[in-house]
């Protein structure tokens, strides 16, 4: 799927030595949430924050989709609630 094409661009980047940003890290997330992938979407996350990516509206609505998608509507509660408290609005 074009998920996988995602995440082996995405990969390849990091290979080659180049440094994934907020969008890329997001466009990832919105691929995998297309593809029916929430726990791969959920990883991506955790890897953007270990990185020590602040994550933007783009990448919270990727992810919320992504849990919908996947049938995790705590998670996505909590992710509402974590971008509220970051002062960010929904789109």
């Known amino acids: 799927g074009q998920w996988e094409k995602a995440l082996e661009l995405f990969d390849e980047l990091q290979r ?19 593809g029916g992938q929430s726990e791969k979407a959920l990883e991506i996350f955790d890897e953007l924050q270990q990185r020590g990516l602040a994550p933007d509206i783009v990448t919270y609505n990727a992810l919320i989709s992504a849990c919908g998608n996947g049938d995790h509507w705590g998670k996505a509660l909590e992710l509402f609630d974590e971008f509220q408290q970051r002062g960010l609005e929904p789109h």
Do not use: F, H, N, Q
Request: hydrophobic share 40%; proline share 5%; aromatic share 6%.
């Open 16 to 34: 080659r030595g180049l440094e994934p940003d907020i969008i890329t890290y997001s466009a990832v997330i919105s691929a995998c949430a297309k």
